[in-house]
């Protein structure tokens, strides 16, 4: 994730250390493990319309194994059996994500944040036109 932040803002240690300070609630956090060791964390929010993947980060030794693919996929089944839509954002320099995504079948809808720097990418196809920028 460093390399991505590094390539949008630039890293400044005691900015990310004051900011997930501040933003990171623990009991948000589902902690993946891949035969008893920690792989990553996932942060899943449950809202009226929508499923909304807030993180999911696997360490390097566990990326590429189809974990992340596991997990995505059980969350598109239990938004469909709910009636619901997998939503989640991506930083646009983070291609290796998104393509991941689209494979798993999530659209692209908008873009938004400063300068567009994040993708918002859902199970619900974007509706017919142009996509949304904000």
């Known amino acids: 994730m460093s390399a991505y932040v590094t390539a949008i803002w630039g890293w400044d240690e005691q ?3 004051d900011f997930h300070a501040r933003v990171f609630s623990p009991c ?3 902690i993946i493990t891949v035969d008893g060791a920690d792989a990553g964390m ?3 929010e449950h809202r ?9 980060e696997l360490h390097p030794d566990h990326q590429g194994r189809g ?3 596991r997990l995505i996929h059980s969350l598109l089944h239990q938004a469909r059996q709910q009636g619901r839509d997998l939503t989640l954002d991506v930083l646009i ?4 994500a998104q393509a991941l995504y689209r494979r798993l079948g999530l659209h692209e809808v908008t873009r938004h944040g400063e300068n567009d720097i994040k993708v918002r990418m859902s199970s619900k196809p974007p509706q017919p036109g142009p996509i949304h920028r904000s």
């Open 15 to 17: 900015i990310q250390r």
């Open 28 to 30: 948000r956090w589902q």
């Open 42 to 44: 996932l942060h899943v």
């Open 48 to 56: 009226p319309t929508e499923i909304y993947l807030a993180r999911i």
């Open 67 to 69: 974990i992340g693919s």
């Open 93 to 96: 320099v983070n291609q290796r």
